[in-house]
C-alpha cells in the first residue's frame, strides 16, 4: 500500500468549520443548481405527490420542503462517497448561514435535531485514523457507526440499513488534553484501542453523532479524518459526474424512505406511540407512531426516562424531516423539558400552542412522525416501561389530564424559551 499523509489546516475556528466543510457546501449548493438534479427533485415530488400522505393537508404542504432536504442530503452524500478521498463532512441538518454560505435544509429519516451527523465513505482497501480533539463539556454520548452503505440504499430494515462495526465515546481512550485517534483498516484490532474494522475489499459507510442533550453547554467534537495508505487515489470527481451520483442517490433514497415509513409508522393506528425496542451496536432504545389531531385536540405522550443519559422526543412532517427545530420546539430532550413529580414526562402535541411548558411544535400542522429515542441506558432497564401512555384529549381539558403540577407559560415566556432554544443552537457553529 502507498503511505500518505493529509496536511491539515488548523486555521480555523469551531469544531465544523473546517476546510472540507466549506468546500463540500459550496459543492453542494453548485449541485443543487443544475437542471439535471432539479429534474431529479420534481420526481421527487410527484412520487410523494402519489403516496397517500400526498393528499393529506400536512403532506401536501411539506412536499417541496422534504423533496428538497433529502435532495440536499443526497448530495451531500454523493460528494463524500469516494473512500479514496475522503471527505468527512458535516450534513443531515437545519438550514444555516455558515462559513459565508447560506445551506439549505438537508434532514431526512426523522433526524435527530439533539445530533451533530457527519459522515464519509471508507474503504477496506485503504487505511485512516480519525485525530478527534475534546472541547470539554463533551457530548453526552459520541457514536462512531459503520455501516454496509449510505442509508436508504440498501435493505429495508428498521434502522435503515445494516449495522457493520460501533465504537462508542465510553470505549474511546483519551488523552489527558482530551485528543484521541481511531484507527480504522481491515485487520482486527490485534490489542489496539480505539479501533474499528472496515471490512476487507469492501466500501462502507462512515456515520458519526455528537449527541448534545445540554445545547448550551455541549461542545462538537473535532475531528479530522487522514487516509494513511491505499492505492493512488483518482482524480476529484467534476461537478457534471457528483451530479450523476446525486440523482443516482435521490432516485434510490426517496423510494426507500417512503416504503420505511409506510412500513414501520403508517401501517399502525395513528396517535399510537409503540413499545419501545432495543437499537443495534449499543443505540439504546427507540420508538414511533404517527399523529394526527383536529383543532382543538392534542396528542399526550408519557415517557419514561428509564435512568437514560439522554431521553429526546421529537416531531418532523409527515414524509421524516423534522419540523423546524432552531426557533421551535418540535423536538425537547430531559435537559429543555420539564418531568412530572414521578420523574416520568408528558408531551403535548398540538396544532396551536396550548400553554404547556412541553409542547412539541409541529409549525402549525396538525400530522406528522413522532419519535423517541432513549441512550446510554443502563442495564436491565425495564424497557417495557418506557411509554407510559399516549393519548388524544381535548384542549380544554388538557390541564386536568396532565399532572397536577404541569407547567403552563404564557405567550411572552413561549417567547422567551424559543429564542434561548435558537442561542445555544448556534453554539453548534461555533463552540
Keep these: ?52 400522505q400526498g393528499s ?9 420542503r422534504a423533496a428538497h432536504s433529502l435532495a440536499t442530503a443526497a448530495t451531500q452524500y454523493a460528494i463524500c462517497s469516494d473512500p479514496e478521498i475522503p471527505m468527512l463532512m458535516w450534513g443531515v441538518t437545519a438550514p444555516h448561514e455558515f462559513q459565508g454560505l447560506s445551506s439549505p435544509r438537508s434532514g431526512f429519516g426523522i433526524e435527530n435535531p439533539d445530533n451533530v451527523y457527519r459522515h464519509t465513505a471508507v474503504s ?35 434502522e435503515g440499513g445494516i449495522q457493520l462495526a460501533g465504537l462508542h465515546s465510553d470505549d474511546i481512550a483519551v488523552e489527558a488534553d482530551g485528543s484521541f485517534v481511531i484507527t480504522l483498516d481491515a485487520q482486527p484490532a490485534n490489542g489496539r484501542t480505539n479501533h474499528i474494522r472496515i471490512p476487507a475489499k469492501q466500501d462502507s459507510f462512515l456515520i458519526i453523532r455528537d449527541l448534545l442533550d445540554d445545547w448550551s453547554t455541549e461542545n462538537v467534537v473535532r475531528l479530522d479524518l487522514v487516509r494513511t495508505s491505499g492505492p493512488a487515489a483518482r482524480e476529484p470527481r467534476s461537478l457534471e459526474q457528483l451530479t450523476t451520483r446525486s440523482v443516482e442517490l435521490l432516485t434510490q433514497m426517496a423510494p426507500f424512505w417512503l416504503d420505511y415509513f409506510n412500513k414501520y409508522f403508517y ?5 399510537y406511540v409503540r413499545p419501545a425496542r432495543q437499537r443495534p451496536a449499543g443505540r439504546g432504545l427507540s420508538t414511533g407512531g404517527w399523529f394526527d389531531v383536529n383543532d382543538g385536540e392534542a396528542l399526550v405522550v408519557t415517557v419514561d426516562p428509564l435512568g437514560a443519559a439522554s431521553l429526546g422526543i421529537q416531531l418532523s412532517d409527515p414524509w421524516g424531516v ?9 423536538s425537547l430532550n430531559t435537559v429543555q423539558a420539564e418531568p412530572n413529580p414521578n420523574g416520568t414526562y408528558s408531551f403535548v402535541i398540538s396544532r396551536e400552542d396550548p400553554g404547556a411548558y412541553n409542547w412539541l411544535d409541529p409549525e ?6 413522532v419519535a423517541v429515542r432513549w441512550q ?26 396532565l399532572p397536577a403540577g404541569t407547567s403552563f407559560i404564557t405567550a411572552q415566556q413561549r417567547e422567551h424559551q424559543q429564542t434561548f432554544r435558537a442561542s445555544n443552537f448556534l453554539r453548534r457553529y461555533t463552540d
Design 267 to 271: 401501517s399502525e393506528a395513528t396517535n
Design 56 to 64: 393529506t393537508p400536512a403532506g401536501q404542504a411539506t412536499i417541496g
Design 322 to 330: 423534522a419540523y423546524e427545530y432552531i426557533d421551535r420546539t418540535s
Design 376 to 401: 446510554s441506558l443502563p442495564v436491565n432497564a425495564p424497557v417495557e416501561l418506557a411509554i407510559r401512555r399516549s393519548e388524544v384529549v381535548k384542549l380544554d381539558q388538557l390541564r386536568e389530564r
Design 124 to 158: 477496506g482497501s485503504s487505511t485512516y485514523e480519525i485525530r478527534g480533539k475534546i472541547n470539554y463539556p463533551r457530548p453526552t454520548e459520541q457514536h462512531f457507526e459503520l455501516r454496509d452503505a449510505i442509508p436508504g440504499t440498501t435493505s429495508l430494515t428498521a
Design 1 to 52: 500500500m502507498e503511505r500518505m499523509e493529509t496536511s491539515i489546516d488548523v486555521n480555523y475556528v469551531g469544531a465544523l468549520a473546517t476546510p472540507v466543510q466549506r468546500d463540500g457546501e459550496e459543492l453542494t449548493r453548485r449541485i443543487l443548481e443544475t437542471d439535471t438534479f432539479r429534474t431529479a427533485i420534481r420526481s421527487v415530488e410527484m412520487l410523494y405527490a402519489a403516496d397517500p
Design 364 to 369: 402549525g400542522h396538525n400530522s406528522g412522525m
